[in-house]
């Protein structure tokens, strides 16, 4: 059962667009609910996160909607770079465990 | 400072053979996980230590799959014997404590032939 639902799969943006990426949750025992950057070869790399008491986080070109009572939270990245271009993971703590989402894998044309 | 060391980054084997991978955590983080990644997937846990530890293994498949935590530092999970369907991503990651941000590893990408 996936605990955090992700969407789209994949994405293409062209450069200077917003990239947004969604996911849903039903576990409401979440309490912390953080984004992940993964390029490549790479292991994922913590971009932003928010609390459920916080309705939005803006950290420089990255922005996270959160909607308690819809049970939804999305990723806007303005002005999309290239070098944006990578799989995000959206994810939700509950105690000590976290699950994360499927992952978008994010294209971002010149 | 370093981040997640694992090691080797790239395995192949045949079928039914043993493989074991290792990790180095961020120096002084109490918290150590195991994650598989399919290709596609989001990371799913296989096991976390909070120092040497395990504290939850209820998605390690025990027949096939364990893993040590010696000294509650370097960590290792080792499959014997390797089915096709381990072939993933093996990622290890770290926390200074248990809820804390997770800092992961490159991965060690296996295919098992």
């Known amino acids: 059962q996936q605990q955090v639902k992700q969407s789209p799969q994949s994405l293409i943006v062209q450069k200077g667009g917003i990239s947004i990426i969604n996911c849903a949750y039903e576990?409401?025992?979440?309490?912390?609910f953080p984004w992940y950057q993964q390029f490549p070869g790479k292991g994922p790399a913590l971009l932003i996160a928010i609390r459920p008491d916080v309705s939005e986080k803006k950290e420089g070109r990255f922005t996270i909607s959160f909607n308690k009572s819809a049970k939804q939270f999305s990723l806007h990245i303005m002005d999309s770079q290239p070098g944006d271009s990578a799989t995000y993971f959206c994810a939700g703590r509950t105690g000590n465990q976290f699950y994360f989402g499927t992952g978008t894998s994010l294209t971002v044309i010149p | 400072e370093a981040g997640v060391v694992q090691s080797p980054r790239y395995k192949i084997i045949e079928k039914k053979q043993p493989v074991a991978f290792w990790c180095n955590p961020i120096s002084g983080h109490n918290t150590l996980y195991w994650y598989l990644q399919n290709l596609g997937q989001g990371p799913e846990l296989l096991i976390r230590y909070e120092n040497e530890e395990a504290v939850d293994d209820s998605q390690l498949p025990k027949d096939r799959f364990s893993a040590e935590r010696l000294k509650g530092v370097d960590s290792t999970l080792k499959i014997q014997p390797a089915e096709l369907g381990d072939s993933a991503v093996y990622l290890c990651a770290s926390s200074l404590f248990p809820r804390d941000t997770q800092y992961f590893g490159p991965g060690t990408r296996l295919t098992v032939l």
């Open positions: 576990n409401t025992a979440f309490d912390y």
